[in-house]
């Protein structure tokens, strides 16, 4: 009897260990993808901000170091931090892009996905008015990532081993990036929970309504309000069961995965909020497991591609890369000591995150003390390497319904005012029809809600009219006397998504600046200018 009992219960735990290891298993080649995708959208990154670069990375521009440092921890560690000269920092992101480079062809990866980790972080530090979402999951993600087999197939390290690669990997690594993504999924839900908005339909139509942060085919989108609201329905339906994503498995997980691939790639086309949807959909992609490659396979030979081809080009690749030197410690003491301490890590890092992050939110959230010295600690050091968790209050938990633009009323030598924001007359009028184009690209956009946002004992506004003052001045040949900044919203309502000119308009006052140094005084308006 005993035995049968005994029986039964080692089956059980062996049906419940194989459903689990199901679960949370990323296929490795699943994770070459991912290794790739990931590389390719650092390079991305470093190259887009390269566009801003005197404006946002150097002395010359708004953030100097020592303004950055001023608002992060003392033990922020940044490589960026290390120089002020535009060279040395010019040549730290092509350092960072090079690293990138070399996790994309998987050469010493977990090295590669280290460095890389630390790099992105050091430049989210050199300026962290600019950050948004994306930046957070993008850290996140890169840094659960340091912990799996980047490097298992389809890589310079997988040819120079000389073991098999592994079909998939379930880990305590994979089940936490997999948890990471379903977190920021569900938290973001359950903050919609909260709101009436998100249940009536009205929710999406006044997000695509938001003409600042829209873009491409918003204003074809716009124009079908209902399908607009379903679509809403159903991104908040998903939100809210997003922990199917690790409780299905195989095709029916692929569906699911599938759903949010639509509802990211529809934002990437609507709406300007950076590289959130690509860094989202390489998250998603660890989900995919061993079917999709199966399908995958059997829809190629249906369309009649040449296999035969692609193997051949992945043998001359595979020869390229026996070529390159395989530099690596293989002494077996070392290898297990390695394995040992990163078991420790892994477990003890995954416990700190379930215990601080997710833990004051459970019945027993009580047991965690908040003032705990070993909690602030943990808490610190997670915040000076980026990888505390947010709130995940993206348009949550209701979606922000007003428009903005900026005119900073500046007045000259003469006497005369401008709008040198916009660089025009003064007026408070919409400077374009689409209020997108106010800013040269979507970071600037994060930095005026920096500026929009800044206390009065901030110097961001301050550090911006300052560097006005000292360009305008050499761009257009007019001299600058003060500045005062001004923020327009635009009340946003389901009449008038597409009708601007029926919006209801007000401003308010944000900074007051003297270009000479002096008491900065308010410059006086025409009247009836401001809405």
Known sequence: MQRDVRSTLSALGARARGNLERSIGIDTRTLAVFRVFVGVLIVADV??????????????????????????????????HISTDPTVIAGLMVLQVLIAIQLIVGYRTRIATILSFLFVISLDYHNPFITSYADVLFRLLLFWAIFLPLGERWSIDAVHRERRSRAAIASIASGAILFQMVYMYFYNGYHKLQSDVWGTGEAAPLVLGLDDMTFFLAPVVRQFPTLLGIGGLV????????????????????????????????????????????????????????????????????????????????????????????????????????????????????LTVLLFSVGPYLPAGALVDSDSPHKQQIEQTANDYMIDQPDWTVFAPNPRTTDRYYVFVAQTEEGELLDVYNDRPLTFDRPDESLQTQYGTYRERFYMNSVRRASSASNTPTLLANHICQTYEDEHGITITNIDMYVVTEDVAMETIDDFENRERSSRFLHSHSCDGSEPERIPLPEGMRP
Do not use: C
């Open 47 to 80: 190259l887009a901000r390269s566009r801003n670069f005197w404006y946002f990375y150097t002395d010359e521009g708004v953030v100097p170091r020592s303004h950055a440092m001023a608002v992060t921890s003392d033990t922020a560690f940044s490589f960026y």
């Open 235 to 350: 991104w908040f339906a998903i939100l809210v069961i997003s922990p199917l994503l690790i409780i299905l498995v195989g095709r029916k997980r692929m569906a699911l995965i599938s759903i949010f691939a639509v509802g990211h790639l529809s934002f990437a086309i609507t709406v300007r909020i950076g590289a959130f949807a690509y860094v989202a959909l390489a998250g998603l992609l660890l989900f995919l497991q061993a079917e999709f490659w199966a399908d995958s396979k059997a829809v190629a030979g249906h369309l009649g591609l040449d296999m035969g081809a692609v193997s051949r080009r992945v043998d001359r690749l595979e020869a390229v890369a026996r070529s390159v030197p395989d530099v690596r410690i293989t002494d077996e003491s070392y290898v297990q000591m390695r394995k040992q301490l990163y078991s420790l890590s892994i477990a003890v890092i995954v």
